[in-house]
Structure formats: C-alpha cells, structure tokens
C-alpha cells in the first residue's frame, strides 16, 4: 500500500501524548519539510521525500529509552502491520545508520541483546539505500526541531549522548554524506536554507 505525506502527517498526528514527550513529532515534521527542499532541488520526488521524513521515527510512538522496543524495529513492524509497501517502511530500519552498518550511529555502537538486533544488522548491511533514504540520513542530522547545519546537529547529539569508540567514525560517514549531496547539487546544500545561520 502506497502512503503519502498527507496521511504520515495524519499518523504523526494520531501518536501525539503517546510517548513521553512530542519532540520526535516536531522533529519528524522537520526531517519531512527539510527533505522535501533538498528533493525539488534535485528533481527527486518531493512528496516521497517529505514523507520518508514524516516516518522515519514512528517508532517512538509507543515511546522509547531503555527497555522499550528500539524505535527503528518498533515502526518498521507498525508500518508493516498497517500494510504499507517495504519502499515506506524500509526507511524506519535505515535512517540512523549510515555507510551500511549499524555501529555507524550517533549514540554509541548498538547493544547486541536489543530486540532483533540480528534482523535490524542484516538488514541494513544487506540493504541498498535509495537516493531517498540516504537524504533521510542526512536530513536527521540537520534536524532538531528546527532545521540547522549538521555540524550543530552533530554536537547536539554530542551533548545529549555523549562520544563513543564509534563517534568519529560515524562523524566521517555524515561529512562524506553531506559532501555527496553537495557534489549532487554543484553546491554547498546550506545555500538552500539561508536561515539556518541564524539558529
């Protein structure tokens, strides 16, 4: 089943005062609305990309933090539940993980005791990330609640998480993810969102 930004929107919607707070919506809506910027800049489908967006952390609807269902997992199996095609639902597994491995992630390498931690690794190795998802990656890390430059996102995560044995390697895989879509557009991407010097 084909979903669209209208009804991701709607499932956002729905999941407010389910988990501890609502900022994983205002930041979903962020990735979403990013996104779709950088998508008509590059002739991509904007509506795919909005929604891509507007998805990514549905997870988090049934909450998260330790001992809840990690919210990758928990909204691949929601989306799936609803009958949405894999080409939605794939980008709740992807989007943390860059390069095609799961220990590159902000936050520290992944507890291997996680629920289907196995199918979660598999997956992403064996995954081929679509031009789209691999935007999602990178509109994650230029999105808090508001649209920012990823080097500020990236402290943000810093301070919030703190740095692990994996955190410049991940810090290597978002510059070059963030290079190949400058070298895509024929420029620095920041150009598209002259307001985030302000921020």
Not at 8 to 20: D, I, P, Q
Not at 40 to 46: F, G, V
Not at 61 to 81: A, D, F, K, Q, T
Not at 129 to 137: G, H, R, S, V
Request: include cysteine; proline fraction near 2%; aromatic fraction near 12%.
């Amino acid at each position: 089943m084909k979903l669209t930004s209208e009804k991701a929107l709607e499932l956002l919607n729905e999941a407010r005062g389910m988990a501890k707070d609502d900022y994983w919506i205002e930041h979903s809506i962020c990735v979403g609305n990013t996104a779709a910027v950088i998508a008509k800049a590059l002739n991509l489908d904007e509506d795919m990309a909005k929604t891509l967006g507007y998805i990514h952390d549905i997870g988090k609807r049934n909450g998260y933090g330790p001992g809840v269902i990690p919210h990758g997992i928990g909204g691949y199996e929601y989306l799936l539940n609803l009958g949405y095609d894999e080409d939605y639902v794939s980008i709740c597994l992807t989007h943390s993980y860059l390069n095609n491995d799961i220990n590159c992630v902000a936050g520290g390498i992944p507890n291997k005791d996680r629920y289907k931690y196995n199918f979660v690794k598999d997956f992403v190795k064996e995954h081929e990330y679509t031009i789209l998802e691999k935007l999602i990656n990178l509109c994650d890390l230029m999105c808090y609640k508001e649209t920012m430059t990823m080097e500020k996102r990236l402290i943000n995560l810093a301070l919030r998480y703190g740095v692990f044995s994996n955190t410049v390697y991940h810090l290597t895989e978002a510059q070059k993810l963030k290079q190949y879509f400058d070298d895509m557009l024929g420029y620095n991407l920041y150009q598209l969102f002259p307001d985030i010097i302000f921020n």
